[in-house]
């Protein structure tokens, strides 16, 4: 069975700080990996998936396949950034696995 | 607009109630989703259809029904609604059916049971 893992539920970082948002998978297969975010109130939104290997607001995400994990990263963090990040897996199944989330928040 | 869109999206209603939530999209998408996000932000997937056929139900009370008009709707009944029904109910969307899909999200239906 595929699984997502965020162990951080509540992520503090000073506005500038680097920003590093933990995911670890499991799944025997080949996955495809996505983060989303929801800032306060709004509806979920994809950030990134790590197909794409794109940038997005300066977030980044490698899919590290020898330690199962798709971290997210932004070398400054901005008050903007301040949300709740899911990450998610597509195993092959027909829906996305989610992980519980990580709520970040940039202190100003 | 294209989107994902549900109404209502504020409800407050007392135990015992039967509500419904309605979600349309209008990206010409063939799958579309219920998700539930509890009180702790925990998302977890409810029902999908595709075009208009039941693919994924998850253990989820029957007191919960999905009603697939056509492939660009998909309405969220419940009955006798509970106290721990309260969350926020997510309809989505996404081209096809499978992994690697990007899933379009709808801006979520807070439902407060009393």
């Known amino acids: 069975a595929q699984r997502v893992t965020q162990p951080e539920k509540l992520l503090s970082v000073f506005k500038g700080a680097p920003v590093e948002l933990k995911c670890n998978y499991s799944?025997?297969?080949?996955?495809?990996l996505f983060w989303y975010v929801q800032y306060s109130r709004q509806r979920l939104q994809l950030l990134l998936r790590?197909?794409s290997r794109e940038s997005i607001k300066g977030f980044t995400a490698d899919l590290n396949k020898g330690e199962t994990s798709f971290h997210l990263k932004k070398p400054f963090a901005q008050e903007e950034d301040s949300a709740m990040y899911y990450c998610a897996l597509g195993a092959g199944s027909y829906q996305l696995t989610f992980g519980k989330g990580t709520k970040l928040s940039v202190i100003p | 607009d294209t989107a994902v869109s549900q109404t209502p999206k504020y409800l407050v209603t007392q135990m015992g109630n039967d509500k419904s939530i309605k979600c349309e999209q209008n990206l010409g998408h063939d799958t579309m989703y219920w998700y539930k996000q509890d009180s702790k932000k925990f998302l977890k997937i409810m029902f999908s259809y595709n075009n208009k056929e039941l693919i994924i139900n998850e253990t989820v009370p029957n007191r919960f029904s999905p009603k697939s008009p056509d492939k660009a709707h998909l309405n969220l009944h419940i009955n006798s609604l509970e106290l721990g029904d309260s969350a926020v109910y997510f309809c989505a969307s996404s081209p096809w059916t499978g992994s690697g899909n990007t899933i379009y999200f709808g801006e979520g239906s807070w439902l407060t049971v009393v």
């Open positions: 790590h197909i």
């Open positions: 799944y025997s297969g080949s996955p495809e």
